[in-house]
C-alpha cells in the first residue's frame, strides 16, 4: 500500500469523482459530520495550505482517502476506506503510514473524532495506541506522535 499526495492542482478528475461519490454515499457519510459533499468543497478542501492530504493506493486501485489539517502542535485527520475494502486491514495499515508522514513534519500529536456508535473506527483507533480525551455522541481521541 502506498499513501499519493493530492493537492486541488494536480488531482486527476477520476479522483476527485471517486472522493465525490464516497463522500455522498449514505452508508459511508453517516460516520460524518458532512453528509454531503460538493465538488467545489473537496476542492476547497485540497487548496487550504494547512492541509495535507493523500489517496490510500493498493496495487494501483485508489481505496480510499486520508484528509489532515496541520495545525503547528497537532494534526486533525480524517480517514476513509471504500466501504468494499472494510475489516481487511487496509486503515491499519494507512494510519501507521499517515502517523510516519506527521513525524516526519515534526507535528507531535494527532487529534480525531467519530461518533460513538463508530466501533470499527474506535477499535482501530485504540489499538493504534489513542486515547479517548472527549466522551458524548461525538467521541476525541488523540496520540502523541
Ligand atoms: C474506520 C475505517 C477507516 C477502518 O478501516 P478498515 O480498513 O475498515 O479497518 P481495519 O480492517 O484496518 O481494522 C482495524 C481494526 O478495526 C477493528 N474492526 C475491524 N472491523 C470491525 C468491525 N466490523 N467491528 C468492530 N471493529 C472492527 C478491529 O479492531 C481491527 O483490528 P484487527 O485487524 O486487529 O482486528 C473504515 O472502516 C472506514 O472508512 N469507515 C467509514 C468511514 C469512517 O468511519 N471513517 C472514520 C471516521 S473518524
Redesign the pocket.
Known amino acids: 500500500m502506498k499513501l499519493i499526495k493530492i493537492t486541488a492542482k494536480s488531482i486527476a478528475k477520476s479522483r476527485l469523482n471517486r472522493i465525490l461519490t464516497w463522500c455522498n454515499d449514505p452508508?459511508?457519510s453517516r460516520?460524518?459530520k458532512s453528509k454531503t459533499r460538493t465538488m467545489e468543497r473537496i476542492l476547497e478542501i485540497l487548496s487550504e495550505s494547512k492541509t495535507y492530504n493523500f489517496m490510500i493506493n493498493e496495487d494501483n486501485q485508489d481505496i480510499?482517502y486520508i484528509f489532515t489539517t496541520n495545525y503547528g502542535n497537532y494534526a486533525y485527520?480524517?480517514?476513509?476506506?471504500?466501504?468494499k475494502?472494510?475489516?481487511?486491514?487496509?486503515?491499519?495499515?494507512?494510519?501507521i503510514l499517515i502517523e510516519d508522514k506527521i513525524r516526519k513534519l515534526k507535528t507531535k500529536k494527532i487529534i480525531?473524532?467519530?461518533?460513538r456508535e463508530?466501533?470499527?473506527?474506535?477499535?482501530?483507533?485504540?489499538?493504534l495506541g489513542y486515547k479517548q480525551t472527549k466522551k458524548g455522541n461525538i467521541i476525541t481521541m488523540e496520540k502523541k506522535l
Open positions: 452508508e459511508i460516520f460524518f480510499g485527520l480524517t480517514i476513509m476506506i471504500d466501504k475494502h472494510w475489516g481487511r486491514g487496509y486503515g491499519r495499515q494507512a494510519m480525531l473524532g467519530l461518533y463508530n466501533k470499527r473506527a474506535f477499535n482501530l483507533y485504540k489499538s
